[in-house]
């Protein structure tokens, strides 16, 4: 049972007949305060509420179905809410409710903001190579998590994946509880080749092709098989029969491992991608390791040669942040140590050498005592 419900999921019954939101909207919906309207998908079949829980205060996201002309929807919307419901995980929306509103299904989700990778695709957010991957792992580990329970495709795409202030990642739309239109994400961008055959039902290997799509174009700013201008219709002809240009001559600093993880994610026939999302996991914690090896090395290089350079703060700021690599980097920790030392010599070396400067300037004042105190 959801909180908040007095009934189960399954107990629920499909609406009688097929029922319209009302306009205007009422200000409630269930026990929650609806403060806005924020979005609706294509046909306005599902809208979407900013809206205060009047029991918590607690700010919320309503996901309303407001078409249930086909039965079979409404039991999808029920049931894709109902399956990401069960999880507890930190890169998965978390779902509060799963009510009814005058004969129409919603869910009551949390609120994360307006800010999502597409916006940060969109306004070339300034990160390294290293940022990007963290977040692209922690989006790995939510489409895990959805796929395992029991959510077969959600329908991967930029908008669908929120970010807060540190760059974490979160899925917050799925299924049918998706968004379009206005700035959102058109769906056909990250549609698999497969999709476009009629009558296909979308699965997860759907989901491992747009994540390739979604990680192209986060990592290189520019959409694998869509140019500037490009027609829906252009687009679908580009993911049908083109190949996209190199990962690593758009970006020259990226491993070959993820180069062949990301397009291997885009391969046009099913059975050459990867069939699940735990071995994507698995290849791309492998090459998060790589990059945070490498940066480490670059950095030891460099601490180790300006520690020598006189009059020089960067030592401190540069051996930083390989001294803040996670316990799990095998070389992070004696580097640190080494560092510390060494910055330790530098920094008893300079005191030695103003005590001794003070000293003379004091002995050629004829002030001996004082002179003798310093050392």
Same mark, same amino acid.
């Given at each position: 049972?959801?909180?908040?419900?007095?009934? %189960? *999921?399954?107990?629920?019954?499909?609406?009688?007949?097929?029922?319209?939101?009302?306009?205007?909207?009422?200000?409630?919906?269930?026990?929650?305060?609806? !403060?806005?309207?924020? $979005?609706?998908?294509?046909?306005? #079949?599902?809208?979407?509420?900013?809206?205060?829980?009047?029991?918590?205060?607690?700010? *919320?996201?309503?996901?309303?179905?407001?078409?249930?002309?086909?039965?079979?929807?409404?039991?999808?919307?029920?049931?894709?809410?109902?399956?990401?419901?069960? +999880?507890?995980?930190?890169?998965?929306?978390?779902?509060?409710?799963?009510?009814?509103? *005058?004969?129409?299904? /919603?869910?009551?989700?949390?609120?994360?903001?307006?800010?999502?990778? =597409?916006?940060?695709? #969109?306004?070339?957010?300034?990160?390294?190579?290293?940022?990007?991957? +963290?977040?692209?792992?922690?989006?790995?580990?939510?489409?895990?998590?959805?796929?395992?329970?029991?959510?077969?495709?959600?329908?991967?795409?930029? =908008?669908?994946?929120?970010?807060?202030?540190?760059? =974490?990642?979160?899925?917050?739309? /799925?299924?049918?509880?998706?968004?379009?239109?206005?700035?959102?994400?058109?769906?056909?961008?990250?549609?698999?080749? !497969?999709?476009?055959?009629?009558?296909?039902?979308?699965?997860?290997?759907?989901?491992?092709?747009? /994540?390739?799509?979604?990680?192209?174009?986060?990592?290189?700013?520019?959409?694998?098989?869509?140019?500037? $201008?490009?027609?829906?219709?252009?687009?679908?002809? =580009?993911?049908?029969?083109?190949? @996209?240009?190199?990962?690593?001559? +758009?970006?020259?600093?990226?491993?070959?491992?993820?180069?062949? &993880?990301?397009?291997? %994610?885009? !391969?046009?026939?099913?059975?050459?991608?990867?069939?699940?999302?735990?071995?994507? #996991?698995?290849?791309?914690?492998?090459?998060?390791?790589?990059?945070?090896?490498?940066?480490?090395?670059?950095?030891?290089?460099?601490?180790?040669?300006?520690?020598?350079?006189?009059?020089?703060?960067? @030592?401190?700021?540069?051996?930083?942040?390989?001294?803040?690599?996670?316990?799990?980097?095998?070389?992070?920790?004696?580097?640190?140590?080494?560092?510390?030392?060494?910055?330790?010599?530098?920094?008893?070396?300079?005191?030695?050498?103003? &005590?001794?400067?003070?000293?003379?300037? !004091?002995?050629?004042?004829?002030?001996?005592?004082?002179?003798?105190?310093?050392?």
């Amino acid at each position: 049972m959801l909180p908040g419900n007095n009934r %189960s *999921v399954g107990e629920r019954d499909s609406p009688a007949a097929p029922r319209a939101l009302p306009k205007p909207l009422s200000t409630r919906i269930g026990k929650y305060e609806v !403060e806005a309207e924020i $979005g609706s998908s294509s046909g306005g #079949r599902v809208r979407v509420f900013r809206a205060l829980d009047r029991d918590t205060g607690r700010p *919320v996201t309503l996901k309303l179905l407001a078409d249930v002309t086909d039965k079979r929807r409404g039991d999808r919307f029920r049931r894709e809410v109902a399956c990401v419901a069960k +999880l507890r995980h930190p890169n998965v929306v978390a779902v509060y409710e799963l009510g009814e509103h *005058v004969g129409l299904p /919603f869910a009551a989700i949390e609120h994360l903001g307006d800010h999502d990778l =597409s916006a940060a695709i #969109r306004s070339q957010q300034q990160l390294t190579l290293l940022q990007k991957l +963290l977040t692209v792992s922690q989006v790995v580990d939510g489409v895990r998590a959805v796929h395992r329970c029991g959510l077969a495709h959600l329908g991967l795409r930029p =908008s669908a994946i929120a970010l807060d202030s540190d760059g =974490s990642a979160t899925i917050h739309e /799925f299924g049918v509880v998706r968004l379009s239109g206005g700035d959102r994400d058109d769906v056909g961008r990250y549609a698999a080749p !497969e999709e476009f055959t009629t009558g296909f039902v979308a699965d997860s290997l759907c989901d491992v092709f747009a /994540f390739g799509v979604v990680c192209y174009e986060f990592l290189t700013g520019g959409h694998p098989f869509r140019g500037d $201008g490009a027609s829906a219709s252009e687009t679908m002809i =580009s993911i049908l029969h083109r190949e @996209p240009s190199s990962l690593r001559d +758009l970006v020259p600093e990226c491993p070959e491992a993820l180069e062949r &993880l990301v397009h291997r %994610s885009l !391969e046009k026939r099913r059975e050459l991608r990867y069939q699940n999302f735990d071995d994507i #996991r698995d290849e791309t914690a492998l090459i998060v390791q790589e990059v945070k090896r490498s940066q480490a090395n670059t950095l030891w290089t460099d601490s180790r040669r300006m520690v020598g350079e006189p009059e020089s703060d960067k @030592p401190q700021r540069v051996t930083r942040e390989p001294l803040q690599f996670p316990s799990d980097h095998d070389s992070g920790q004696p580097m640190g140590t080494e560092l510390r030392g060494l910055l330790q010599t530098r920094t008893a070396r300079s005191r030695v050498e103003g &005590l001794w400067r003070r000293a003379d300037e !004091e002995a050629s004042a004829r002030r001996f005592s004082r002179a003798v105190e310093i050392l």
